[in-house]
């Protein structure tokens, strides 16, 4: 199992986060390390954070069609993720599910009988690796979307394996393996 973030990881990151279909853009290489990933026998799943939802600057069927659209790109390489699993909130709801909270990671663990100290959090935020440090999963890193920010402002990332984007992170974890 790999478990992906999605927006700075699998797409190009909007700067106000609102997300529409037309503007969902795949950052290069990364829908072919997701197929790769598949070929290979990976379960993928997604664990994103989307407070546009909570904050109004879209709906939960809009986030949808975004979705729909990046499994509309994967099975034209003949791949899909097998699981695509979100929190609506903002930071203000204190929910559990909000990364850094590591609340969507024990959904996927729980849904697909996993051991999370066998699998990798792919992120780009500091949240996305407190989030796996919490859960007792593999912290990754990538430099695309904010993992550039994030290596040069926050030391706790010093011990975290950081890859150019998740297309080296595929390419490096099918080759050790």
């Known amino acids: 199992m790999v478990i992906l973030d999605r927006d700075g990881v ?6 106000d986060d609102v997300t529409t279909v037309d503007g969902w853009d795949p950052i290069p290489g990364s829908i072919e390390a ?4 598949k070929k290979a026998g990976y379960l993928v799943t997604v664990a994103s954070n989307h407070s546009g939802i909570s904050r109004g600057l879209y709906t939960e069927n809009e986030l949808a069609e975004t979705y729909a ?5 994967l099975e034209a390489r003949g791949a899909s993720v097998d699981g695509i699993f979100y929190c609506p909130h903002g930071p203000e709801a204190n929910c559990i599910c909000r990364k850094p909270k590591p609340g969507l990671l024990f959904q996927i663990a729980k849904q697909f009988e996993i051991d999370l100290s066998q699998t990798p959090l792919v992120g780009d935020d500091i949240s996305d690796i407190q989030a796996a440090k919490m859960a ?5 890193l990538v430099r695309t979307g904010k993992g550039e920010y994030v290596m040069q402002h926050f030391p706790e990332v010093l011990d975290v394996p950081v890859y150019d984007d998740l297309a080296h992170f595929v390419r490096d974890t099918l080759r050790r393996r």
């Open 34 to 37: 997701i197929k790769r990933l």
């Open 69 to 73: 659209k990046m499994q509309r790109l």
């Open 136 to 140: 007792n999963a593999k912290p990754v």
């Open 10 to 15: 699998i797409n190009h990151v909007a700067d």
